[in-house]
């Protein structure tokens, strides 16, 4: 059952001109370390910036319309697996909230897709609540 989406739009010039203007003090309040890393080591720098921001105003819609204050930009950590696939890491209040919308019994999912085409940079996320070892079930 799907639980919230949401999603969001950024002009990567808009974070390129925010990482001149502000350099290191925008970086740290938005991004978390690794994902600075991550970032910092491509040579479209803001454009990974500017998904990885989208991605976050993305999952804080989809988190809902109530109990999201507090979530501070760095609990919203946009992380990839081996493959380069983007998801979720979350911690504090935006991981409190995450369960609080997750019905008993069942366990969240965040997929999340992110793209570019300069100028713009677009994040999507859907949080989803599947029944333990439904996953398994439907690849068997």
């Known amino acids: 059952m799907i639980l ?3 999603s969001d739009l950024v002009d990567i010039t808009r974070i390129e001109r925010s990482i001149e203007r502000f350099g290191d003090r925008f970086l740290a309040r938005i991004f978390t370390e690794r994902e600075r890393a ?9 454009a990974v910036y500017a998904k ?4 976050k105003e993305a999952i804080w819609k ?10 501070q930009w760095r609990e919203l950590e946009v992380v990839n ?9 979350l911690s504090g209040v ?21 793209t570019d085409e300069p100028p713009m940079a677009q994040a999507f996320v859907v949080i989803s609540a599947e029944a333990p070892g439904l996953r398994d079930k439907v690849r068997a």
């Open 4 to 6: 919230g989406i949401g």
């Open 38 to 46: 991550r970032a910092d080591a491509k040579a479209n720098r803001a």
């Open 52 to 55: 990885r921001f989208a991605a």
């Open 62 to 71: 989809a988190l809902g319309e109530e109990d999201r204050a507090g979530i």
């Open 81 to 89: 697996d081996a493959s380069g696939k983007p998801s979720f890491e």
């Open 94 to 114: 935006a991981a409190a909230r995450l369960r609080a919308i997750t019905p008993d019994g069942y366990v969240a999912r965040v997929d999340l897709s992110l």
